[in-house]
């Protein structure tokens, strides 16, 4: 009996940045669900339960740090960890976004490894056979 695959959502509002990180996830074994903007990212958590949350910061209509704080401040999603994978790289976005419930922070461009290596420890899995990782 196989385990269900792990449903992962990227909230990304460059179309080229969202396109790698669900490949990334893929190659990983997750299933995927996308999200250009804060907006559409907290439609989606309405209706779907991810086990992870990949957030861009600089994002249309609400921000990844405003999204993060409202993931944080839902009973059913506090416990979600949540990825910041942003551009911003000083230490004063890093600190704003473990404030407002950030669980890890990688800065882009982002690269297999590290990514591949911080997505499993968040969600406590081995790395899959055959996936390049470790």
Known sequence: MTEPRSL??????????RKLVRKYLEKLGFDV?????????LAVLEEHLPALV???????????YDVCERIRAT?????????????????PDRALAEEVGATAYLIKPIRWNTFSETVLRLLGKDAPAGSGAG
């Open 75 to 91: 009973p059913r999603l506090q416990g979600m960890p949540v990825l910041v994978i942003s551009a911003r790289s000083q230490p």
């Open 8 to 17: 992962v959502l990227v909230v990304e509002d460059e179309p080229d940045t």
């Open 33 to 41: 669900l996308e999200a250009a903007s804060g907006k559409a990212a």
């Open 54 to 64: 990949c957030l861009d910061l600089m994002l249309p209509e609400i921000s990844g």
